[in-house]
């Protein structure tokens, strides 16, 4: 597979290829459809066939001037939420809050925790492993209730605490980097013990410089899980002025199809992507590198 | 593992030693606890907070599934044993006898609006009218408390399944159905895509990102727009597409025929990036001296990858794999979103509905909140079964 | 050193995660909150129209609004730990729902003559949609929406067709229209309740039958059900789309459907998407069936009050206020200001309703046989299964007669 010096393998390659550009560009079809669609205006955005590029670019969608004049105009995403304080961008930076605190606070408990069971030897670990698979089996809706008593005995409702110390845990995290660490020699460790180094340091200063690429994808990944987390804040946040970007959404978007509010919901999902866009073209090169570098072992 | 191995071999032989050997075995048990007490400490932070809102809440929903509990404060949980895994569970197969007419012994026809006697139905029939031959009514068939699931025709007579819960069944086998399609697919389609751009090219850098894309971005926001694109009429971007190429326009959300496979590439769209991240990282894995060997030795290029690459990739699909069956029977998001009206969570003809999606139904529009747990059991349970299975099949060596 | 700094980390993170958490700010007077089911826009109206009440009394009004979605869950939520918010709004069904298991106050039992009087002013067919059959009102009506058929009378006279009257003319319509598009496509649109029991229930009405008697007996395996369904069926066979989805506006400005069964909702955005087509597009009552009759669905929302709410008088008083025909007003005011419809569920407060004589017209007409959803026990948990029923007619051809005598036996089953 790695070298091909045949006409036919070339051939094979470049037959090959095709489909991948097709999916590549069926992959981004519908980041192209959003984008276009958050700087379309009502008329334009409601047209049968639709338009493939934006006839009359406006901002509308986000900020409209005139937003107090119905029925030709209405108010941009900036201008709507009227009962959280600083509207769109307070629930913009909530979540942005929310998702980095997860994000930080489960990176460093699942890496810690991955390390143990990856290099550790103990009674129990075995167990323990099963407990976390089986988690991973029950859906989460069936947890709510009783989770949201929980919260409710712990008086945590209305508080950022009731998603982020629970989502600190993440069983899918600590299974990834786990599998990672797994291929990490035994003799550095050793090596460190040797030397005097505690486990905590040789978790901090040896195994996450190592396992960094593996973090930055988990973290990717968790970062998102709560960017695009639904339910459950919607469960514990009651307070207006805690609204995460999900359920400002799915306010706006009480009917898709309905009267206006189509490129509201694109606008916003346009802002929605953008900071997970960001993070991933940032991190990209730290991934690509991480799968170049370090690798897996099942 | 080998830990416990050994402590099993140390207790074995120390036990013909009668009582002081087991205080021994004991005794050792304890103190490598004591010895391994930071491995405990270290992973403390964690499983305290995975014991109070991961396990509690799971072994407080595992009490529930043996109550009808309908979530109200001023109605507690009434206690009814197995009760409600029978309901979802039970099922029955009987044949399902034609309609017999009483006068002539015949079996009763329907033309139109009107129901006759065979003979008298051959002859409408002959003059070009359309007639039904009559089944009895599946409910005169089938026990009290069924209903029809499905029915099936075989050597000459009509077999009816019955089910206390239909719904649930029509769940899991779409469930099922969704589950095969999306993690066979996902999986292939992650590991095409990592062989085509293992080449560490700038094109292929640019390629990864694009189809890592999605995984990264995806959610409640861009599934909407999946929805726009399969919206009815050429308002959607999918049926204008059709139009142009001479297609026909199709009700993509609202035609049966149509809801698995969106439903499927969705999957695909959303959940090869990963997959292909996790291959090429296998890949990188395998020496380049194993290749260079068997290339020496004249394998084929579909021979190494037969005997070179696959086993060596094994570890990364059998996690690839379970992940991904784990996931896929928990599909819930997109279901919702795409799919579900106010009306009908499972769309048209309940063709969308999973068993996450049903048990959500159950749970928080019908407030029947025992019945969804004990559905989540059931599912819990088939999870477990299937990833125990690929375990199996999959297994190499000590890691799971 | 560096050993600590992971703990001092941890540490941090975790301190910094616990240390937020708002303090919600208490004015003067009592403070009521309400969870509007809706959008963020619903919300804001509500808020707004209680500025006077406010004002009045003294005391508050927080609004929240929580998505159609997830309301219910939401609720639940509420109900099971007794906490939440003293006034809910969401579907006509859901008082019964939540107040039968305890969730909710009966208003008829603690304010008697009030909710008399509300009932006399409400629709008929709302109000007898809320109230349970043991005579308890766990919610009342706050506001309506209903069934229009919108049409572009000048695009049917050029096919040579009127406005349909009746299903006869419906049904030609899809037809006509269908055969004259060059692609043999579009024709009547359906939107609101396509292919499920809600669309099927106007028709169901119009042939003359119904789910129940007022009695609560199930009376839907008839022949009037039949052959509504039979009918129901027809449309779709004859190319009536059964995406839900489908763009009925689009539909309507470009022709494609230039007669569309939907929701009242689109009347507040059709000028504002579509400004070729002001002026030519008009609303009307559904066709009539066999009976003559024009009967619709009616949905909505009711307005309640949670069971373990600490303010029941001064809730109470706000949900009269709601129903008073300033606070009508002023809802349809702001609803109006953000392209909204907004029809209070009071019969003589409909000539307050914005857009235009023509949809005053209409929805008067409509709302005189117009029907809520059953308020029948068992009637909610049998929905889905009832609606399967419907589309095995529409999408697989089976025989309509059966499928009501199913929907019977599924109904009473769930009644149980």
């Known amino acids: 597979m790695i070298e091909k010096n045949t006409s036919i393998g070339r051939l094979l390659t470049w037959s090959a290829m095709a489909p991948v550009l097709f999916m590549a560009f069926l992959m981004i079809v519908p980041y192209y459809w959003m984008v276009i669609g958050a700087f ?45 304080k600083g509207g769109f961008a307070r629930i913009y930076a909530n979540s942005i809050f929310i998702s980095v605190s997860v994000t930080f606070a489960s990176l460093l408990i699942a890496s810690l925790t991955a390390f143990v069971l990856a290099k550790h030897r103990f009674p129990g670990r075995n167990f323990i492993f099963i407990m976390f698979m089986a988690s991973m089996m029950v859906p989460w809706q ?7 008593l929980i919260m409710r005995d712990l008086n945590w409702i209305n508080s950022f605490r009731a998603i982020v110390i629970p989502a600190s845990a993440q069983v899918f995290a600590v299974f990834f980097l786990r599998q990672f660490m797994l291929s990490l020699p035994d003799e550095l460790l050793d090596a460190a013990r040797v030397d005097g180094a505690g486990e905590l340091r040789i978790w901090w200063s040896i195994i996450l410089p190592l396992v960094r690429p593996a973090l930055t994808a988990i973290g990717l990944i968790i970062f998102l899980g709560q960017w695009n987390n639904l339910v459950w804040p919607l469960i514990v946040l009651r307070d207006a002025n805690l609204r995460t970007i999900p359920l400002a959404i799915s306010l706006i978007n009480q009917s898709l199809f309905g009267p206006t509010t189509l490129g509201l919901v694109m606008a916003a999902a ?25 690798g897996m072992k099942g | 593992m080998k830990l416990t191995t050994k402590l099993n071999k140390v207790s074995l032989s120390v036990s013909h030693f009668s009582v002081k050997g087991s205080i021994i075995a004991i005794q050792i048990f304890f103190q490598t606890l004591w010895k391994k007490r930071i491995s405990y400490l270290l992973l403390s932070p964690f499983l305290v907070i995975f014991i109070v809102f991961g396990l509690l809440p799971i072994a407080w929903s595992a009490r529930l599934a043996l109550t009808e509990y309908r979530g109200i404060k001023t109605v507690p949980p009434k206690w009814v044993g197995t009760q409600n895994f029978e309901d979802i569970l039970q099922i029955t197969i009987r044949v399902l006898p034609p309609e017999i007419d009483e006068a002539t012994g015949e079996q009763v026809y329907k033309c139109g609006r009107k129901k006759m006697p065979e003979s008298e139905a051959r002859v409408l029939m002959a003059e070009g009218e359309e007639c039904e031959a009559r089944m009895m009514t599946p409910r005169d068939v089938l026990p009290k408390g069924y209903s029809e699931y499905d029915r099936y025709n075989f050597r000459g007579k009509t077999y009816l399944v019955g089910a206390t819960d239909p719904r649930f069944w029509r769940a899991m086998y779409n469930t099922v159905r969704y589950t095969i399609g999306s993690v066979i697919l996902t999986t292939l389609g992650g590991l095409f895509l990592a062989l085509m751009l293992q080449k560490q090219t700038r094109t292929n850098m640019v390629l990864r990102v694009v189809f890592f894309l999605p995984a990264v971005t995806s959610g409640i926001a861009i599934t909407a727009v999946w929805k726009w694109i399969f919206a009815g ?7 204008t597409i059709f139009d142009m190429v001479g297609m026909g326009r199709q009700d993509f959300l609202a035609d049966v025929r149509w809801t698995m496979p969106i439903l499927i590439w969705l999957a695909l769209w ?26 020496i030795d004249g394998a084929s290029v579909p021979r190494r990858f037969r005997h070179i690459t696959l086993p060596l990739l094994r570890p990364t699909f059998l996690y690839v ?20 009206t106010t009306q009908n969570i499972g769309g048209v003809l309940d063709s969308a509905l999973t068993v996450v999606t049903y048990l959500y139904d159950q749970g928080f529009n019908e407030l029947q909140l025992g019945y969804a747990s004990s559905i989540a059991w059931v599912l819990f349970g088939v999870i477990f079964v299937m990833t125990v299975l690929s375990l199996r099949l999959g297994r190499v060596n000590e890691s799971y | 050193m560096k050993r600590k700094i992971g703990l001092i980390l941890v540490l941090a993170i975790a301190l910094s995660v616990v240390g937020i958490s708002p303090r919600p700010t208490h004015a003067q007077g009592v403070e009521i909150t309400i969870w509007m089911t809706g959008g963020d826009v619903d919300a804001q109206v509500a808020k707004e129209a209680a500025a006077a009440w406010e004002a009045a009394t003294g005391n508050t009004v927080t609004v929240e609004a929580i998505d159609w979605g997830s309301a219910h ?9 007794g906490e939440g918010p003293d006034i809910i709004t969401g579907g006509l069904s859901w008082g019964i729902e939540f107040g039968e298991l305890g969730g909710m106050i009966d208003l008829n039992e603690r304010y008697p003559e009030d909710v008399a009087a509300l009932g006399a002013a409400d629709n008929p067919g709302i109000w007898k949609s809320i109230v349970s059959t043991d005579g308890a009102v766990y919610g009342v009506p706050y506001d309506l929406t209903t069934y229009l058929m919108f049409s572009r009378p000048d695009l049917l006279e050029g096919l040579g067709l009127t406005v349909p009257q009746t299903w006869d003319e419906l049904l030609a319509a899809q037809e006509a229209i269908k055969a004259a598009n060059e692609n043999n496509e579009g024709g009547v649109a359906i939107g609101w309740g396509n292919t499920d029991w809600l669309g099927y229930s106007n028709f169901l009405w119009q042939a003359g039958g119904d789910w129940y008697d007022d009695e609560c007996n199930v009376t839907i395996d008839s022949e009037e059900a039949a052959e509504a369904l039979d009918f129901y069926a027809s449309l779709y066979d004859a190319g009536v789309p059964t995406d839900s989805a489908t763009a009925i506006e689009a539909g309507l400005d470009s022709g494609l459907y230039p007669v569309s069964l939907q929701g009242n909702w689109i009347v507040g955005g059709l000028d504002a998407s579509y400004p070729d087509m002001v002026g030519k597009w008009q609303a009307s009552p559904l066709p009539a069936g066999p009976t003559g009759s024009r009967s619709a669905f009616i949905g909505g929302r009711i307005m309640g009050i949670m069971s373990f709410s600490e303010h029941v008088d001064e809730a109470f008083d706000l949900i009269k206020y709601y129903n008073t025909e300033d606070a009508a007003k002023a809802l349809i005011a702001s609803s109006t200001a953000q392209n909204t419809l907004f029809i209070p569920p009071a019969t003589d407060f409909i000539q307050y309703t914005a857009y235009g004589d023509n949809i005053r017209e209409a929805l008067t007409a409509v709302l005189e046989e117009a029907k809520g959803p059953p308020n029948c026990p068992g009637w909610e948990a049998a929905t889905s299964d009832v609606t399967l029923q419907i589309q095995a007619v529409i999408f697989e051809g089976a025989d309509s007669e059966d499928a009501v005598a199913e929907m019977a036996a599924i109904m009473e089953d769930n009644m149980e």
Do not use: C, W
């Open chain 1, 40 to 84: 379309k205006n009502v008329p334009e955005l409601r047209k049968v066939p639709p338009t493939f590029v934006v006839e009359n670019p406006t901002l509308n969608n986000f900020y409209d001037e005139e937003g107090n004049t119905p029925p030709n105009h209405q108010e941009g995403l900036f201008q709507r939420f009227k009962d959280t």
């Open chain 1, 142 to 148: 069936v947890t709510l209730i009783p989770n949201f």
């Open chain 1, 270 to 294: 346009f802002l929605t992507s953008i900071p997970t866009l960001i993070l991933f073209i940032v991190f990209q090169k730290e991934f690509v590198r991480g799968i170049t570098m370090s």
């Open chain 2, 233 to 239: 009429e050429s308002y959607g971007l999918a049926n």
């Open chain 2, 270 to 295: 959303g959940g090869m990036g990963f997959p292909m991240i996790l291959f090429l990282a296998g890949l990188k894995n395998i020496p380049l001296e194993l290749y260079e060997a068997a290339a």
């Open chain 2, 321 to 340: 794999v379970i992940i991904g069956i784990i996931n896929a029977f928990q599909v819930f998001d997109v279901v919702y979103v795409v799919f579900s």
């Open chain 3, 73 to 81: 869950a939401r609720i639940l939520t509420a109900a099971t730990s």
